[in-house]
């Protein structure tokens, strides 16, 4: 209007909708954005009293109140959220509060983003510090200012006594119009408003100031179109979260599966923790399908010294009587819980969607009053050959496989000599590494490994109670008869503390290949990042294959009987 473009009647024939929040009335947006009611202030001056004004604080209060009742901290607005698209780019779209947006089908989706919060720093100052500093509590404050958004709307992440570690998911990125905008907010605030002022400095902006002075109407007419209905509608990313199933008990009639895969490497989990790994067509771990025994896999020994007792950190191999066992299996990942003799264990189970390696972490932690001394022994069978032909031949398959210790990296290599040309090579690295702590240290006699199955299981004994997981291990590499990988950490866990283990299993078509994964994901920060990932890769393939949650549930199902065939 004031350029010249369209003329000053637009102004009067905009539509003022208003609804009830409460007890009072407000002026609708289109979504209910912090952006639709504050941005412009930006660049305007707010007159007191007039209808925009009073739109603006309505609006920061109705945030702040809509907050405090979710339990999350305010600032609704356009910003990106926890979904990611095939090149793994978050996807944006505006979120506002119900009560303000005048569009349909504006749910409930609690994602919060610190810069809608700064925008209000002339409505409510006081509030936005304190809503910045509790953004900070929740780790949203980053290397360049605050970070995009954190998305509440996903399932809060807990720790083993059930205690909620995470509310929501961090959006990782930095958005420049955002963070723009953030800073235009903070200059007006700091130095009596200098924007608005250059803006209205402007002949042709200071000869249309009074529409911005519109007074409030003694009573608008409340907008009684019903905004909150929809009909039925394709699937979105709310509805894409994976869902859980939650098993209390390894000795079900049929063992329960679960099947991770990033396309190339797989891997099959039990609920007692049996299972195999594949990478392409070729079994890395040896595995038959036996649903009464149930007992090959990937293991992680846990033997206490002083009393002599051993148990592992899934029901398998070690079996017996466990207490306050649960399974959880979600699409993205298994998560094993148990607690034996006051130390509770939580093995989280992933496959990398980047890289062929399969993490398995687990979580110590004492819950008694005395210093706990602990062997941790790791256990991988090895077949390295499709399924087919290591069942037909084991014995003859076994003989091509060759071991190897690798101290700089304190990991163990097996490789697949080739028996004609058209073999493709194969090497498989095995790590089990330790996040040391204050209530948690090394000890015994340092890094020590085996690769022989005969010696580490020990003559007249089964893997139930095998002698390499009580004694020290051999040292033995090379051509071995029965090949296997096994690391052992020794460890000092004070009273009440916490230790995590990483167990890694990479595959690869070279030695430096399948190194270089183990020695990458032996840092914290890309393990930690490789969990957060496969939760947005999960996220992912639900909205590519546009099916729901459950239906990917029951799919998991149909693989067990698949897997193990049985009456049904």
């Known amino acids: 209007i004031a350029r010249g473009d369209v003329p000053l ?7 003022r909708p208003y609804g009830a929040v409460g007890h009072q009335r407000v002026l609708l947006s289109w979504t209910g954005t912090m952006f639709e009611y504050l941005m412009p202030l930006l660049f305007q001056h707010s007159y007191p009293h007039s ?4 739109a603006a604080d309505n609006a920061v209060a109705i945030q702040i109140t809509y907050g405090r009742t979710h339990g999350v901290p305010w600032g609704i607005s356009e910003s990106a959220f926890a979904d990611l698209d095939l090149e793994k780019t978050y996807q944006y779209k505006a979120f506002g509060v119900p009560g303000l947006s005048l569009k349909r089908g504006m749910e409930e989706q609690p994602v919060v983003a610190p810069y809608a919060s700064l925008l209000a720093l002339n409505q409510a100052p006081g509030a936005v510090v304190r809503n910045l500093k ?4 929740l780790g949203l404050l980053g290397d360049y200012g605050y970070v995009e958004a954190m998305d509440f709307s996903r399932q809060p992440q807990r720790d083993l006594s059930g205690q909620t570690l995470k509310h929501g998911v961090i959006i990782e990125a930095y958005m420049a119009h ?6 235009l907010a903070l200059t007006n605030f700091l130095h009596d408003n200098p924007f608005p002022r250059r803006f209205h400095s402007d002949p042709r902006v200071r000869a249309f100031e009074a529409l911005l002075q519109e007074r409030i109407p003694a009573l608008p007419p409340i907008h009684l179109i019903s905004i909150r209905q929809s009909g039925p509608k394709l699937l979105t990313v709310d509805l894409a979260a994976p869902s859980r199933t939650t098993i209390t008990t390894p000795n079900t009639a049929m063992p329960r599966t679960l099947l991770l895969s990033n396309g190339r490497y797989g891997l099959m989990i039990t609920n007692s923790g049996g299972g195999y790994s594949q990478w392409g067509s070729r079994q890395l771990t040896r595995w038959r399908s036996d649903s009464t025994c149930d007992t090959q896999g990937t293991f992680c020994y846990i033997h206490e010294v002083d009393t002599d007792h051993l148990w592992s950190s899934t029901y398998h191999p070690v079996g017996g009587n466990v207490n306050d066992y649960s399974v959880d299996f979600a699409l993205d990942r298994a998560v ?3 607690t ?4 509770s264990s939580e093995t989280e189970i992933i496959v990398s969607p980047e890289d062929d390696v399969e993490i398995r972490r687990i979580t110590l932690v004492n819950h008694s009053s005395q210093v706990r001394r602990l062997n941790l022994t790791s256990f991988v069978e090895l077949a390295m050959a499709p399924h087919n032909a290591d069942l037909q031949h084991p014995a003859f398959n076994k003989l091509f496989i060759e071991t190897e210790a690798v101290p700089d990296h304190e990991a163990l290599l097996a490789w697949r000599r080739s028996r004609g040309e058209k073999d493709l090579p194969l090497y498989v690295a095995h790590s089990l590494t330790l996040q040391e702590n204050e209530n948690a240290n090394l000890e015994g006699k340092g890094w020590q490994f085996e690769t022989d199955r005969a010696r580490f299981i020990g003559r007249g004994r089964t893997l139930v109670q095998p002698m390499g997981a009580m004694q020290d291990l051999g040292g033995s590499q090379g051509f071995v008869l029965d090949p296997i990988l096994s690391l052992r950490k020794s460890i000092r866990l004070a009273p009440g503390g916490r230790v995590q283990v990483r167990l890694l299993l990479a595959a690869g078509a070279s030695r430096e290949q399948v190194l270089l994964l183990i020695e990458k994901y032996g840092d914290t920060h890309h393990t930690e990042r490789a969990m957060n990932f496969a939760w947005h890769s999960a996220q992912q393939q639900l909205r590519m294959l546009r099916i729901q949650p459950d239906d990917a549930r029951r799919f998991q199902q149909l693989a067990s009987h698949l897997l193990f065939p049985n009456s049904l």
């Open 340 to 343: 034996d003799n006051s130390i």
């Open 178 to 183: 955002h963070q723009g905008m953030a800073f």
């Open 51 to 54: 209808l925009l004004d009073k």
């Open 9 to 15: 009647e637009h102004w009067f024939t905009l539509s």
């Open 336 to 338: 094993f819980r148990r």
């Open 134 to 137: 509790r953004l900070n509590g």
